[in-house]
């Protein structure tokens, strides 16, 4: 079903106004009196729609969307809203009630916790706080170094813009942890290399999601463009296809942020 991936196709439209039909008879009869509100925030790149296809696994979990990256901002009508290109603007101005009567579409509420990832999120999750009570996050990170290599290879950015744009996330992504309550902070590292004890982990935050699968393929964008794949880390490989001088353009802006780098225990090379 790739063509469901095309965003404003008239068939991916015609399989979201099928879903959020269904969606709103069963909450009609199904619907919890609350439910739990679970964001992921991360930056591109980070392992987001991995860690959105393992919790997904879960009996108690529903996604706002099961396509493509698996993003709410993606969903009709909220896409013309959010994913804009002031999309990273904190100050960009959004209407939180409208937006959460559009997912509330697709969720189905049946289900204890309602799951949303959406990158640009991770600077303005304190306005979502305001409006989504009873919400819980897990905050990703990831290498530096990797990160930024992804963010050259998939937009062919400039190194020195993508590696801006990587302390941009890191600061966004600090202030979430220091001002947000109940907040589980995963790195992309520990989640493919130890994904058991992350599971373990992320049932501690969340008991509901002890059920989650990390034993399947899954279909997570990755740098092999494979369709299936288990949980790996691919670190090394994006670091390696980073140049001598690309290091050294990186390394010249990250020197000058040398204790943001630290707060998320990395290091420059």
């Known amino acids: ?19 959020s039909k269904k969606m709103a008879l069963k909450n009609l009869f199904f619907a919890k009196k609350e439910n739990q509100y679970l964001f992921i ?21 529903s996604c706002n969307n099961n396509i493509g990256l698996r993003e709410g901002q993606h969903l009709p009508n909220a896409h013309n809203l ?47 706080d305001i409006v989504f009570s009873n919400s819980k996050y897990i905050c990703l ?34 202030n979430n942890i220091e ?7 995963i790195s992309y590292e520990e989640l493919a290399d130890n994904p058991l004890k992350t599971k ?5 935050f969340l008991p509901l999601l002890e059920d989650i699968n990390i034993d399947l393929k899954f279909n997570a964008h990755n740098m092999h463009q494979k369709k ?7 670190n090394q490989e994006s670091i390696k296809a980073l140049s001598k001088d690309q290091i050294s353009s990186i390394n010249t802006i990250l020197d000058k942020e040398q204790d943001l780098i630290k707060y998320f225990n990395y290091n420059i090379l």
Do not use: H
């Not at 079903?1 to 879903?19: D, E, G, Q």
């Not at 001002?179 to 902070?185: D, F, I, K, S």
């Not at 299936?228 to 691919?234: A, E, F, S």
């Open 228 to 234: 299936q794949m288990g949980i790996t880390n691919l």
């Open 179 to 185: 001002t947000l309550e109940n907040t589980l902070v």
């Open 141 to 174: 990170i990831r290498n530096p170094y990797a990160q930024i290599q992804s963010n050259i290879r998939r937009y062919n950015t400039d190194v020195v813009e993508a590696t801006e744009k990587y302390i941009s996330y890191l600061k966004f992504q600090k």
């Open 200 to 204: 373990e982990k992320i049932s501690s």
């Open 82 to 128: 959010l994913f804009t290109e002031d999309r990273w603007d904190p100050n960009k101005e959004i209407d939180w009630n409208r937006i959460k009567k559009i997912w509330d579409k697709y969720w189905d509420k049946s289900k204890s916790i309602l799951l949303e990832k959406s990158p640009p999120n991770i600077c303005r999750a304190n306005n979502i």
């Open 1 to 19: 079903m790739n063509y469901i991936n095309k965003l404003n196709s008239p068939k991916r439209n015609l399989y979201f106004f099928a879903v």
């Open 41 to 61: 925030l991360s930056p591109p790149f980070c392992g987001s729609t991995l860690l959105t296809e393992i919790i997904s696994t879960s009996k108690n979990v």
